[in-house]
T-cell receptor, first 113, second 116 residues
Framework: DTAVSQTPKYLVTQMGNDKSIKCEQNLGHDTMYWYKQDSKKFLKIMFSYNNKELIINETVPNRFSPKSPDKAHLNLHINSLELGDSAVYFC????????????FGSGTQLSVL | GENVEQHPSTLSVQEGDSAVIKCTYSDSASNYFPWYKQELGKGPQLIIDIRSNVGEKKDQRIAVTLNKTAKHFSLHITETQPEDSAVYFCAASQLDGGTSYGKLTFGQGTILTVHP
């Protein structure tokens, strides 16, 4: 049973396209996150949702729009993809917005050509 | 905001040796310091964490030490094994409020290679 699952695992697309990454957690957590890992392995938070409410938005371009239909899901939609968006995107979840232990998904490798 | 510096960026050891990874943080309000291990093709996984009211914590072959005054903390792995090879990340956060609550700031990562 996968705790945090995200799809797709790989996403290859052209510049200018719009794409979505889906994330689901079955841990009963109330907080979910999106992190971006660049080519140098640096991990940076993008968004955090607590009970479907946006808590953290780290000055991410508004081409990125997270959507949380319920506590168990946090999807990421990206408009007008750019070369610099190429990275691995990780979804994570935790119990209570004060963080502590984060459970990460296995990542989505996005390549923009 | 918080800034976390991690060294070294790569570390190569022989099986059975010890490995030490060091991190410094900038925000004195940070009070929670986890360490994550990321294996190839997987997401990071928490391996140990420490709160600011504790100076040291140990879990089998891994231990973490914290020096609040100097704002640095370290991960120690003893008797390393090939399966310890991975990327290790330190992080800092606040657990009791503040503008950065719930947000983990990660270090740059250390690629640890354990040679058999």
């Amino acid at each position: 049973d996968t705790a945090v699952s995200q799809t797709p695992k790989y996403l290859v697309t052209q510049m200018g396209n719009d794409k979505s990454i889906k994330c689901e957690q079955n841990l009963g957590h109330d907080t979910m996150y999106w992190y971006k890992q660049d080519s140098k392995k640096f991990l940076k938070i993008m968004f955090s949702y607590n009970n479907k409410e946006l808590i953290i938005n780290e000055t991410v371009p508004n081409r990125f729009s997270p959507k949380s239909p319920d506590k168990a899901h946090l999807n990421l939609h990206i408009n007008s993809l750019e070369l610099g968006d190429s990275a691995v995107y990780f979804c994570a979840s935790s119990q209570a917005y004060r963080g502590k232990k984060l459970f990460f998904g296995s990542g989505t490798q996005l390549s923009v050509l | 905001g918080e800034n976390v510096e991690q060294h070294p960026s790569t570390l190569s050891v022989q099986e059975g040796d010890s490995a030490v990874i060091k991190c410094t943080y900038s925000d004195s309000a940070s009070n929670y310091f986890p360490w994550y291990k990321q294996e190839l093709g997987k997401g990071p996984q928490l391996i140990i964490d420490i709160r600011s009211n504790v100076g040291e914590k140990k879990d089998q072959r891994i231990a973490v030490t914290l020096n609040k005054t100097a704002k640095h903390f370290s991960l120690h792995i003893t008797e390393t094994q090939p399966e310890d090879s991975a990327v290790y990340f330190c992080a800092a956060s606040q657990l009791d409020g503040g503008t950065s609550y719930g947000k983990l700031t990660f270090g740059q990562g250390t690629i640890l290679t354990v040679h058999p």
